[in-house]
Each structure stands twice: as C-alpha cells, then as structure tokens.
C-alpha cells in the first residue's frame, strides 16, 4: 500500500499564476446542515473558503443564513428548498451531506441536477440517506465518497471488522459506481476516503495510508472541515485523485502541527491554518 506523503501534497499545490482569476478556482456549492447541524455547513464553507476556492455558495437551511454570513462573509447563502437544480447546475463542484439530517428531497434533487461534466464529494448524512433510501449515485465527471467506518458499513454492506480487507472494499466501491457508467469499459468507480484512526484512500487503481494525525482529531466537526477541504482542492487542483490525497494530507498534517501545542485540535483551528499550510507546501 502507498503511502500519503508531503511530496504528493506538495505535488498538487502549486504556486497561483498571475494570469488568473477567481473563476480559474472553482464555483463550490456546498449543500448541507439542516436546522440542527447548521455548524455542519459552516465548517464546510469555511474550510472550502480558507482552501482558495474561486467562489463558494452555501445551501442550506435557512435558519443557518444568519450564522454563516456572520462567521463566513466570503460565502454566498441560498434556501435549498428553493430552486436547489438551478444552483447545482451552476457548480463545477459539488458537495452534498455534511449535516443533512434527513433532507431525502434535498439529497434526491440534487443528485437529479447533476451533469456528466460536474464533480460530486458525498459525505456524512447524504450517505447514510443512499444506504436508507438505496439511491444510487449520478453520473457525474468525477466521484468522491468520505464515510467513516459506520457510514460505510450502511453504505456498502461491508461490516466495520470487514474493512480492514482491500479486496473486499474497493469490490463494494465498483458495485456503487453509477449505472449509467457501468456499460463502458472504464466505469465512474468513485474515489473513497474511507475514513478512521488510520484512515485509507482508494483510488482506481491504488490504495493510500494516511500516515500522519492522531486521536486529537476525534471530535465533532473534524469530517466536516475534511469534506470542505476536499471541495476547496477538487476546485482547483486537477486531476481529481491527486486533489484529493493532497486535501487529506493537509487536513491531518495541519492538525498535526497544532497537536504540538493542543490537547484537542479543532476543526475551525484546522480551518484557519489552511492557508499558511498551503503557501509553505507551495514553496516547496
Ligand atoms: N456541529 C455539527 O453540525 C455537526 C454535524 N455533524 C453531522 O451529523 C451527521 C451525523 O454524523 P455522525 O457521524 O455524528 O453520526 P452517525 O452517522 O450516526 O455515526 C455515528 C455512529 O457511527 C459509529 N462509528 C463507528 N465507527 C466510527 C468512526 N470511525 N467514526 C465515527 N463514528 C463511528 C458511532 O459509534 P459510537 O460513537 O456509538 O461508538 C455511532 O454509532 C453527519 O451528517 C455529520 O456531518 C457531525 O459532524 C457532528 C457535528
Ligand atoms: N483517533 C483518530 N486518529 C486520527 N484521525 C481521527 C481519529 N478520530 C477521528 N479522526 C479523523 O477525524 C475525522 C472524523 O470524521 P467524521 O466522523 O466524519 O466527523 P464529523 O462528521 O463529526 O465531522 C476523520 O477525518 C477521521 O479520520
Ligand atoms: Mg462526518
């Protein structure tokens, strides 16, 4: 199994050129947090935000409006009851799940919307939602789960004491690539970050380790800045694999660093040293 290195991290983020603007980094929408986890979507936002992406557009409940205009004023804010299709098809990427209770009409327009040309991280309760509702994936560009180990278990059948088993996985991982996909050759497999204490990236062809983090990362909300990082690089950074391996190296690395001088090490902790993270790996 290969490893999740800073030389891959440092790999993807590169120096900005000057011909640019924030169009060239990604119009983000980050569907999340129902009227109990609204901190869900601000911990997305503010990692996607923090991570460069281009422009980042929040639906949600709108109870959350408020809040996340006071904590995040770079972000946009929509009602997700209202219009959700228009707003995804306007994204280049697209993240859907983080705090999204039991919003099955939210999860399914979404996954309606979705062009071939799109990319889609599915995370927390968009996932469990597939698993309760067994809906399938679209057929999007590019594909990215991040369970932890118990929404993988619903997701995929595999039992937690099952996962440690590659084969078992990446077969559970093919069955869950779209249909529509499955008739060519080279199937949409998603991308899995499959998520724990030692937490494991499948791609189409490997298998990574993340190799740095630590139990101080165990709190509520370390998922969420996760997802958000991965939408923010995903925006950004090409190909898709790379942009993701490269997110959650710096997710833990960072979380690390503040483990020097932290007993716990939160998510928005986490969130702010994203971009003094990102300047240093990019002059390396
Ligand atoms: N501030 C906010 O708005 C927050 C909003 N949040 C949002 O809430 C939604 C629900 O997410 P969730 O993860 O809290 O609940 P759920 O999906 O039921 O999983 C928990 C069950 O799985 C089990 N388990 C086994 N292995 C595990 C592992 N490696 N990692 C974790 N759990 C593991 C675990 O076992 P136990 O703890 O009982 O031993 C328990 O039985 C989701 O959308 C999320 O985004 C949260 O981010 C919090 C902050
Ligand atoms: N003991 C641990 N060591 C290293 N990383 C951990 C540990 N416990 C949790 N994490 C990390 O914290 C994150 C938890 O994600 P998740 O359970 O989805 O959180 P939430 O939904 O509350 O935001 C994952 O990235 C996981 O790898
Ligand atoms: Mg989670």
Not at 75 to 97: E, P, Q, S, T
Not at 154 to 181: D, H, K
Not at 204 to 222: C, F, I, N, R
Not at 252 to 269: G, H, M
Request: charged share 15%; glycine share 6%; hydrophobic share 45%.
């Amino acid at each position: 199994m290969k490893k999740i290195s800073k030389t891959i991290a440092a790999s993807v983020v590169r120096p900005r050129p000057a011909h640019s603007h924030k169009g060239n980094y990604g119009r983000v929408l980050i569907i999340a947090g129902n009227h109990q986890f609204g901190g869900a979507a601000i911990m997305n936002a503010q990692a996607a935000v923090q991570s460069g992406a281009g422009l980042v557009t929040v639906a949600t409940d709108l109870t959350n409006k408020t809040a996340i205009h006071a904590r995040l004023p770079e972000a946009m804010v929509v009602n997700y009851r209202d219009n959700l299709a228009a707003y995804v098809k306007k994204a280049d990427v697209i993240l859907i799940g983080s705090g999204l209770g039991d919003e099955r009409d939210v999860l399914e327009t979404c996954f309606s919307a979705i062009s071939s040309e799109q990319t889609l991280i599915v995370d927390g309760s968009a996932l469990s939602m597939m698993a309760a509702f067994d809906l399938a994936l679209p057929d999007a560009s590019q594909l990215v789960l991040t369970p932890h180990q118990m929404e993988w278990q619903r997701l995929s059948g595999v039992a937690i004491a099952e996962q440690v088993n590659q084969e078992t996985n990446q077969a559970a991982l093919q069955r869950l690539a779209p249909t529509e996909s499955n008739t060519s050759a080279n199937n949409k497999t998603p991308a899995l970050v499959l998520k724990s204490e030692a937490t494991q990236v499948y791609l189409k062809d490997d298998v990574y380790q993340l190799t740095v983090g630590g139990p101080y990362q165990a709190t509520g909300g370390m998922g969420d800045t996760l997802a958000g990082m991965i939408a923010g690089f995903a925006a950004q950074f090409a190909p898709t694999s790379s942009a993701v391996l490269a997110a959650v190296y710096c997710h833990s690395a960072i979380a690390e660093e503040l483990s020097q001088k932290a007993y716990v090490t939160l998510p928005s902790k986490i969130a702010e040293k994203i971009p003094a993270y990102m300047k240093k790996l990019s002059e390396e």
